[in-house]
């Protein structure tokens, strides 16, 4: 039974930087792909960012050159470094986690477990 813990998020002005948290628990972290996707009221949930065990990267578009995922398997966490922020990436951003092996990218019918979520806004 796998459980995602985030941590980070806030308010932030436009061009500032926040980083994002989140601690994985249960089976096979380590082969789990982990990441981020965000939702923005009235919006269906995006990919944004998600990382394999083997440190394979997939980034939206939206956010490449800006974002950074990262990923300590010793500890299971996964880390998301957002720059040069703006009011767009204002949403809720969920950690996410998949089975083990099989690769999430950006597709959403691959997540098999959600964070509680945690708000990032941009002013």
């Known amino acids: 039974h796998v459980q995602l813990v985030e941590s980070g998020g806030g308010s932030v002005q436009a061009g500032g930087s926040l980083r994002l948290s989140c601690t994985g628990s249960?089976?096979?972290?380590?082969?789990?792909?982990m990441g981020w996707f965000r939702q923005v009221p009235g919006r269906e949930r995006e990919g944004v960012a998600t990382?394999?065990?083997?440190?394979?990267?997939t980034y939206a578009d939206s956010v490449k050159g800006r974002f950074t995922i990262s990923r300590d398997g010793g500890k299971n966490t996964v880390y998301l470094q957002m720059n040069s922020l703006n009011v767009e990436d204002t949403a809720t951003y969920y950690c996410?986690?998949?089975?083990?092996?099989?690769?999430?990218?950006?597709?959403?019918?691959?997540?098999?477990?959600w964070g509680q979520g945690t708000q990032v806004t941009v002013s």
């Open positions: 249960g089976g096979g972290m380590h082969v789990r792909d």
């Open positions: 996410v986690a998949g089975m083990p092996y099989r690769r999430i990218e950006l597709s959403k019918s691959e997540v098999t477990t």
């Open positions: 990382i394999s065990g083997g440190g394979s990267i």
